[in-house]
C-alpha cells in the first residue's frame, strides 16, 4: 500500500525564521515521484516540485530547499526566512510507475505571522 | 493557454438533485483525473482517465460517474447528492502517467444541503 503521512497539522512561525515541513511516505515500488504543492488562501494548486526515487541530491530554489532521504522513506521541504506570502497548505504527494495515481498527504498549514 | 478549466466555481444541490462538474484541458493531456478535497484529508482521487474512452476508480469512487469522449473533457456527474459530497472538487490532467507533474484546474465548491 502506498500512504503519504504529514504529521505536522499546522504550523505557525514569525517571519524570517525558516520552517521545516515533513513528509514521510510509504511504498513497496523501487520507482516513484515525490512531489511537494503549494495551496494558497486562494486555492489552487501550485505544483512545486517533483523527485525521482532514483536521484536523491537534495534541491534548492531560492527561499525553498527538499531534502530527499530514501533511508528514512522522508522528503521534507524547508523555506528559509519565511515571508508573509509563504502562508498556506503544503502537499506531500507520491506516484507510483505502475499506477500513475498521486497519493496526497494531509496537508501542512502554514502561517506566517509578520 | 487555458490551462486546466472547471465550471461552476461554486454550486448548491439539495440532496437528491443530480448535476454534472465539468472539466477541459488544452494541453492535449492524456491523462486526467477528478479529486475531492475535505478538511484534514488532503486530496482524494475519485475516478481517472489515461485517455479518450478509458476511466477506472479511485480511492473514492461511490455516487460519482465519470467518461471520456474526447481528450479535451472530463466530466464528473453526481447521480444522487448527499449531504456527503459537500467538498471542493479538482480536476487534473498531465501528459503521461508517473514521471509527469499534474496541473489543476481552480477548483468548484460544492454544497450539499
Known amino acids: 500500500a502506498q500512504k503519504v503521512t504529514q504529521a505536522q497539522t499546522e504550523i505557525s512561525v514569525v517571519e524570517k525564521e525558516d520552517v521545516t515541513l515533513d513528509c514521510v511516505y510509504e511504498t513497496r515500488d523501487t520507482t516513484y515521484y515525490l512531489f511537494w504543492y503549494k495551496q494558497p488562501p486562494s486555492g489552487e494548486l501550485v505544483f512545486l516540485i517533483r523527485?525521482?526515487?532514483?536521484?536523491?541530491q537534495n534541491e534548492i530554489s531560492g527561499r525553498y530547499s527538499w531534502n530527499f532521504q530514501k533511508s528514512t522513506s522522508s522528503f521534507n521541504f524547508t523555506i528559509t526566512a519565511s515571508q508573509v506570502v509563504d502562508s498556506a497548505v503544503y502537499f506531500c504527494a507520491l506516484k507510483t510507475s505502475n499506477t500513475g495515481k498521486l497519493i496526497f498527504g494531509q496537508g501542512t498549514t502554514l502561517q506566517v505571522k509578520p | 493557454n487555458a490551462g486546466v478549466t472547471q465550471t461552476p466555481k461554486f454550486q448548491v444541490l439539495k440532496t437528491g438533485q443530480s448535476m454534472t462538474l465539468q472539466c477541459a484541458q488544452d494541453m492535449n493531456h492524456e491523462y486526467m483525473s477528478w479529486y475531492r478535497q475535505d478538511p484534514g484529508m488532503g486530496l482524494r482521487l475519485i475516478h481517472y482517465?489515461?485517455?479518450?474512452?478509458?476511466?477506472d476508480q479511485g480511492e473514492v469512487p461511490n455516487g460519482y460517474n465519470v467518461s471520456r469522449s474526447t481528450t479535451e473533457d472530463f466530466p464528473l456527474r453526481l447521480l444522487s447528492a448527499a449531504p456527503s459530497q459537500t467538498s471542493v472538487y479538482f480536476c487534473?490532467?498531465?501528459?503521461?502517467?508517473?514521471?509527469?507533474?499534474?496541473?489543476f484546474g481552480p477548483g468548484t465548491r460544492l454544497t450539499v444541503t
Open positions: 482517465s489515461v485517455g479518450a474512452g478509458i476511466t
Open positions: 523527485r525521482n526515487s532514483f536521484d536523491e
Open positions: 487534473a490532467s498531465s501528459p503521461g502517467l508517473a514521471v509527469y507533474e499534474q496541473y
